[in-house]
């Protein structure tokens, strides 16, 4: 019994694969040479500006502790949910902080940035994308965008050099909005 056509094509073929691959392996390590020259020295450009780093990464929650800037008992009443623990991020000098609903859960987390004005509204663009969001203009002078879906609300406004970022599992952006306003007061911004 010879098998169909193509167990015989394999058995054919599959030694000859398996030599190209061991030989493949066992390469001398070097690297291959190339014929192309090297760019003329003068096309390349140096420049003393730095690239532009765009917004900080989001922070992360880091340890528990107590929000410096925002009750607890607030958030609750806020948002709606009963806070059962509150982390901080490790920013200084202040932290982002996250209230939880339960063990694993955020339910609300605020971000307040302080640095120069393009950051801040980088900071901004990045929650509530211009394209994607509602403006926001709340408290008076301040300006950015709000969000609102099935995963929940995102209220994101900066002011000179400080950007303020809410998000909550709550449909509802006004919530996010009442908090950002909060803190933005509490903290004299």
């Not at 599959?14 to 390590?29: D, F, I, N, Y």
């Not at 950051?119 to 994308?129: I, L, M, Q």
């Amino acid at each position: 019994m010879t098998g169909s056509p193509m167990n015989q094509a394999l058995r054919i073929a599959l030694p000859s694969l398996l030599v190209l691959g061991a030989l493949t392996a066992c390469g001398s390590g070097e690297p291959a040479k190339t014929t192309s020259p090297a760019p003329p020295a003068t096309s390349v450009a140096h420049s003393s500006a730095p690239a532009p780093a765009g917004p900080p990464p989001v922070p992360e929650p880091a340890a528990a502790g107590t929000c410096p800037y925002l009750e607890k008992s607030f958030v609750a009443e806020a948002n709606g949910q009963l806070v059962r623990e509150v982390r901080l991020s490790a920013d200084q000098p202040r932290p982002a902080c996250f209230f939880y609903a339960n063990a694993t859960d955020v339910q609300l987390s605020v971000w307040v940035f302080e640095g120069d004005a393009k950051t801040a509204k980088a900071v901004v663009d990045r929650a509530a994308p211009v394209a994607d969001s509602s403006p926001a203009s709340a408290p008076a002078g301040w300006a950015g965008g709000s969000l609102s879906g099935a995963q929940g609300a995102v209220y994101a406004v900066a002011k000179d050099g400080a950007a303020v970022v809410v998000t909550s599992n709550q449909q509802q952006s006004i919530k996010a909005k009442r908090i950002a306003e909060t803190v933005i007061g509490n903290l004299g911004l």
